[in-house]
Structures are given as structure tokens and as C-alpha cells.
């Protein structure tokens, strides 16, 4: 008989070994459903992996990885914080959008005006759009003792319905000739978040990525509040004893893990997308889940993650367009890896034993 054995304690080979088996089994499971679609599986999976870094148009690929590459580590990096205490952030998305809107609204507030500290402001206010829609969950959290994990996941919806809102009215392009959306930040050049090298696709965005990777990293090993965070994930009851207070924990992670997402959607409105509009949010906010999973939960493991997934992103276009491969198919292969993630995740606790369990 095929069982689950619990381990005396967690296996630290299976904790670092996961990720790379989950991506394995993915490929694998990937592979079965492309050929399923009467695809090439091989060629799929090579297009998805190699054709954006070593393929004919790498030279343009490339500069994309740290487009797509850099809202998904800064959104898994605040998302991490929580989830190391135990507390559920899921509307990262919401938050995402929200930020953009401050941004955006900040930024269009000064059109046609040019000036050095209007980006700034938009900076500003991206993170306190995406801070202050965290701080709703938070706050209930707090004083209701309400479920933070449905809260923040309802407010997305919300702040779609914001989005579309706004993309529709106070924010529409009054020279759009009625189109939805506003005006193209990436023409308004005091409000654009252009590439710092041209054609590098290193913008400010990629930059706070990377600020917030060493930020993460310091703060976790190097400081009391970030002590208190991985204590009260392992071991809740001991940090009540140590003297933790659970409630400004929950405003801090909450209200980090908001900030950063808030700062994405603005890079990214004033960066890559260019412009609010009703499809502006592409899942960046959930994706960054599986990021910070992917990754350990640790800053560097999340900034490989990032990369990884930004990999499968722009090399699940490419297969798209080549191969004819349909978008579903791409997110359920995405999927797929937070799915194998989870289920290898379970030995690290416990070990598969064949025979009868032991009876004491």
C-alpha cells in the first residue's frame, strides 16, 4: 500500500529541489496537452523556452523579459512579505490597478504642462492608490477580524469596474474621437516612463524591482520586524508570546505588499501599456502569486521566478503566433506550474512509504 508518511521534519533537499521538478513536470504535462491540440510538443516547449532567448529575433525578445519580468517581481516581493506571516494577500491585482489609476490621474491632472516633478508625483501617487485599496482589507482584517483573503480578492472586481469607469469618463482621452481610454502617456514626455537605455527595456520599473529584491532581502535577515514576520509564519503561537503585535503586522504587509503593486501598475500605465484603459490589467496580480511561490518565498528566488515567467509570457506569444498555439492553452500551461508547485510542495513535509503503517 502506497501512503504519505509524515517527516520527523521538513526535508531542506525537497524545499530547494521543488521548484525545478515543478518546472520539469510542467514541461512534461505541458508537452501531453500541446501534442492533445495536435501540436509539436517538442518544438512548443523549445519555442516557449529558447525562442526568446537564443532564437533568430532575440535582440528584441530579450529587452521584453525586463518589461514583463519587472511588475511580477514587484508584486511578488510585497505579496511574499505577507504570506511569510500568514497573511493572504490575493487582490494584488485590484491594487495594481488602482495604483495605475492614481498615477495616470495624477500625471493627466498636469497635461499639456512639462515639468522635472510631475513623474515623481505619479510615482507617489501610484503607490498610495495601490496602499490605500490594500489598507481596506487590512483595516476589516483588523477591527472586524474579517477574511483578508476574500476581501482583497472581491476589491478586484471593484477596481475593475473603477477602471472601466474611468477609462469611459474622467480619464477619457477628450481627443480620442469617443474611443475609450485616455491620453498616451508615452507621448506626454514628463509623465512617460521611458527606457533609461534605449532598447534596453530598463525603465524605473525594473529599477524598483530590483530596489525592492534588496530591500526584501535586508529586512527578513537583517532586521527585528522582519524577524517577526518569519516567526509569526513558523510559529504563530510563539511570536504572540515574544510579543508581536499581530494587528500592525497585518497593516505593514498588507500595506507593503499594496504599495509595491500600486507602483507597478504605474510604471507600468506610464511605461510599456502607455495609457488607462478597460483591458489595461493582464493578470500581473495574480501571476506574482505564483512567482512568489515559484520562488521560495525569498527575494532572489523571486527575482529568478520573475524571469522565468516573464519567459513563458513572451514565449508563449511567440507560440502563439508561429505555431497557432490558442492563449487558453498558454495560461493553463502557466497554471500548470503553480499546480506542481503546490503538489511536490507536499513532500517536502511528508514522504511517500509503501507497506502497512507501523502500529505502536
Not at 537564443?54 to 514587484?74: C, D, M, S, T
Not at 524577524?227 to 500595506?255: D, H, K, M, S, W
Not at 507602483?263 to 511605461?271: N, P, Y
Amino acid at each position: 500500500m502506497i501512503r504519505l508518511e509524515k517527516r520527523p521534519q521538513p526535508s531542506r533537499a525537497w524545499s530547494m529541489a521543488t521548484p525545478l521538478v515543478a518546472v520539469l513536470a510542467t514541461m512534461i504535462a505541458g508537452g501531453l496537452l500541446f501534442a492533445i491540440l495536435g501540436k509539436d510538443p517538442v518544438e512548443a516547449i523549445r519555442t516557449i523556452f529558447w525562442e526568446p532567448l537564443f532564437g533568430e529575433f532575440a535582440f528584441y525578445y530579450r529587452p521584453q523579459l525586463l518589461i514583463k519580468g519587472a511588475p511580477l517581481v514587484l508584486i511578488a516581493i510585497g505579496l511574499s512579505l505577507g504570506f511569510r506571516a500568514g497573511i493572504w494577500n490575493i487582490g494584488a491585482e485590484g491594487q495594481y490597478i488602482m495604483g495605475a489609476l492614481f498615477g495616470a490621474g495624477m500625471g493627466l491632472a498636469f497635461y499639456p504642462h512639462e515639468a522635472w516633478y510631475i513623474f515623481p508625483l505619479m510615482v507617489l501617487a501610484g503607490a498610495f492608490g495601490g496602499w490605500i485599496w490594500a489598507m481596506i482589507p487590512a483595516f476589516l482584517k483588523v477591527r472586524f477580524g474579517t477574511n483578508e483573503i476574500l476581501v482583497s480578492l472581491m476589491l478586484v472586481y471593484v477596481a475593475e469596474q473603477f477602471l472601466a469607469s474611468m477609462s469611459l469618463g474622467l480619464l477619457k482621452n477628450p481627443e480620442g474621437f469617443g474611443f475609450p481610454g485616455s491620453r498616451n502617456l508615452q507621448q506626454y514626455e514628463s509623465a512617460h516612463n521611458a527606457d533609461l537605455i534605449a532598447g534596453s527595456g530598463m525603465h524605473w520599473g525594473v529599477v524598483a524591482a530590483l530596489i525592492a529584491v534588496i530591500f526584501a532581502y535586508v529586512l527578513l535577515n537583517r532586521h527585528m520586524l522582519g524577524y517577526q514576520i518569519r516567526l509569526t509564519g513558523e510559529a504563530p503561537r510563539a511570536a504572540r508570546f515574544a510579543g508581536v503585535n499581530p494587528a500592525r503586522l497585518v497593516l505593514f504587509c498588507l500595506g507593503t505588499s499594496g504599495m509595491l503593486a500600486g507602483l507597478a501598475g504605474l510604471f507600468e500605465v506610464s511605461g510599456p501599456s502607455g495609457q488607462v484603459s478597460i483591458d489595461f490589467n493582464v493578470g500581473y496580480g495574480f501571476t506574482a502569486i505564483i512567482v512568489a511561490f515559484l520562488g521560495r518565498l525569498h527575494p532572489v528566488g523571486i527575482l529568478l521566478a520573475g524571469g522565468l515567467m516573464a519567459l513563458t509570457y513572451i514565449g508563449g506569444d511567440i507560440a502563439q503566433s508561429n505555431m497557432g498555439l490558442p492563449s487558453a492553452a498558454i495560461q493553463v500551461f502557466q497554471g500548470m506550474l503553480l499546480f506542481f508547485l503546490l503538489a511536490f510542495d507536499l513532500l517536502t513535509n511528508f514522504r511517500i512509504a509503501i507497506g502497512k503503517p507501523e502500529v505502536a
